[in-house]
């Protein structure tokens, strides 16, 4: 209906278990998992599972998690549920992993940074094993299809969950799928670049290859003062002079692009193209991750940032162009709507299929109201211009660039 046509010369493969819609972190939490559905019902409404081969994801095994993650933590996310919580907290084993010492924690934390509390970041919610499991197996058979060449981009909108350690939950984040994509990849690839759009910081990602200069990490981020209470933007980490850590083989195979809140689209396609770009140069990787969190979009509940769609879809083409086989994973996105455009969009951009502005109003989900008023009724792209209040000046970002050539 809407022309869609497989893309000539290379296959797109797509990776999904609709059992992940039906998860809640929690009434106030900001993760909706429905944004998947909303996400699904765009792709496939607008025929893009005719230009790639879609997979139904299956559950990661416990082995394959242990890859990264400490065998006690996956050993308790593989059996919790706020059933079980407190019994399995008291347990030795899993009571000896106290939880991390926050300053500003206002909720009661148990071990591995997860809680019952409202309110908190990490919750015990019902089917959540299911869940993670099920995000991380759909990251690693993408992952599968690009190392074993039977695809040349893999998409993953569940997985991208960046914040997750080796034995702590943190951010909306479990079992991070991304260092658990990229371990697999170091098999078959002699370096691997990964870019993270998200708002947030990639820190998960970042700590678990500090050390290995065959990993070369990118994130781009709002970072600094977050609000008059003088809290950091979460997670506080990716300054500038962040770059691997410092004495090892790692060094300098870590980038970091602190942000201010406001930035737009030609101050971020500026800041991303020339910065991305002089990267791959630099590192020549053998293959690509990119994560492609909404939550960098204008009008997003939790981000700062007044990127339009068209702008975030260009940072995927850019990688693409390279014509290196890339992941696409999925991250943060708490406007849901629009999480579920820019991912279809994407999906669209990775194909070769060029979607029409204006889709019939019955696929297209509802615009969110920002502002006093909705944008974009019925158009696929709504325009976010100037969502955050505060503008960002050029010459707050010249100095990322021209550190560049140090
Ligand atoms: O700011 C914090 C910490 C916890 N607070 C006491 C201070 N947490 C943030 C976490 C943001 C995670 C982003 C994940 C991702 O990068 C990848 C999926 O997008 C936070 C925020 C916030 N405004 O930054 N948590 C919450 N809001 C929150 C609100 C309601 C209920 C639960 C959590
Ligand atoms: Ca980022
Ligand atoms: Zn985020």
Same mark, same amino acid.
């Given at each position: 209906?809407?022309?869609?046509?497989? /893309?000539?010369? $290379?296959? &797109? *493969?797509?990776?999904?278990?609709?059992?992940?819609?039906?998860?809640?972190?929690?009434?106030?939490? /900001?993760?909706?998992?429905?944004?998947?559905?909303?996400?699904?019902?765009?792709?496939?409404?607008?025929?893009?599972? $005719?230009?790639?081969?879609?997979?139904?994801?299956? *559950?990661?095994?416990?082995?394959?998690?242990?890859?990264?993650?400490?065998? +006690?933590?996956? %050993?308790?996310?593989?059996?919790? *549920?706020?059933?079980?919580?407190?019994?399995?907290?008291?347990?030795?084993?899993?009571? #000896?992993?106290?939880?991390?010492?926050?300053?500003?924690?206002a909720v009661d934390l148990g071990p591995f940074n997860l809680s019952t509390s409202p309110g908190a970041d990490c919750p015990v919610f019902d089917g959540m094993s299911k869940y993670l499991f099920l995000y991380t197996g759909a990251t690693l058979a993408a992952t599968n299809q690009l190392t074993t060449n039977q695809s040349d981009i893999a998409i993953n909108w569940s997985g991208g969950l960046h914040h997750a350690h080796r034995a702590e939950a943190s951010g909306f984040c479990y079992i991070n799928d991304i260092?658990? #994509?990229?371990?697999?990849?170091?098999? &078959?690839?002699?370096?691997?670049? $990964?870019?993270?759009?998200?708002?947030?910081?990639? +820190?998960?990602?970042?700590?678990?290859?500090?050390?290995?200069?065959? &990993?070369?990490?990118?994130?781009?981020?709002?970072?600094?003062?977050? %609000? +008059?209470?003088?809290?950091?933007?979460?997670? =506080?980490?990716? +300054?500038?002079?962040?770059? =691997?850590?410092?004495?090892t083989v790692g060094e300098h195979f870590a980038l970091n692009v602190p942000i201010p809140s406001g930035i737009d689209d030609r101050q971020y396609k500026y800041l991303y193209e020339s910065i991305t770009g002089r990267t791959i140069e630099a590192f020549k990787p053998s293959a690509i991750v990119l994560q492609c969190g909404a939550d960098s979009l204008g009008g997003d509940r939790l981000g700062q940032f007044n990127i339009n769609i068209k702008q975030h879809g260009e940072c995927v083409s850019f990688v693409k162009n390279m014509g290196l086989p890339l992941l696409l994973l999925g991250g943060g996105g708490y406007t849901a709507r629009n999480v579920a455009r820019a991912w279809c969009h994407e999906t669209a951009l990775a194909t070769d299929n060029v979607l029409p502005d204006n889709i019939p109003m019955d696929l297209v989900p509802r615009p969110e109201a920002f502002m006093g008023r909705a944008h974009g009724e019925g158009k696929m792209y709504p325009a976010f211009n100037r969502l955050h209040v505060n503008d960002c000046k050029d010459s707050d970002l010249e100095y990322m660039v021209k550190r560049l050539d140090n």
């Open positions: 209906e809407y022309g869609i046509t497989r /893309p000539a010369g $290379y296959k &797109v *493969s797509f990776h999904y278990n609709s059992q992940v819609e039906d998860m809640h972190f929690g009434k106030t939490h /900001p993760m909706k998992p429905w944004r998947l559905t909303l996400t699904k019902h765009l792709v496939l409404g607008c025929g893009l599972q $005719y230009a790639m081969d879609t997979f139904e994801a299956v *559950s990661a095994t416990k082995e394959q998690v242990r890859a990264f993650h400490d065998p +006690d933590y996956v %050993d308790f996310l593989a059996e919790v *549920s706020p059933g079980t919580f407190e019994e399995l907290c008291k347990m030795p084993r899993f009571a #000896s992993h106290a939880p991390p010492k926050h300053d500003y924690d260092v658990l #994509s990229i371990v697999d990849m170091l098999r &078959v690839y002699p370096r691997v670049l $990964y870019v993270d759009i998200d708002v947030h910081h990639g +820190d998960g990602v970042e700590e678990a290859f500090q050390r290995q200069p065959r &990993v070369m990490t990118l994130s781009y981020h709002r970072y600094g003062p977050y %609000d +008059d209470t003088g809290h950091k933007f979460f997670p =506080g980490t990716g +300054d500038l002079t962040d770059v =691997g850590l410092k004495g």
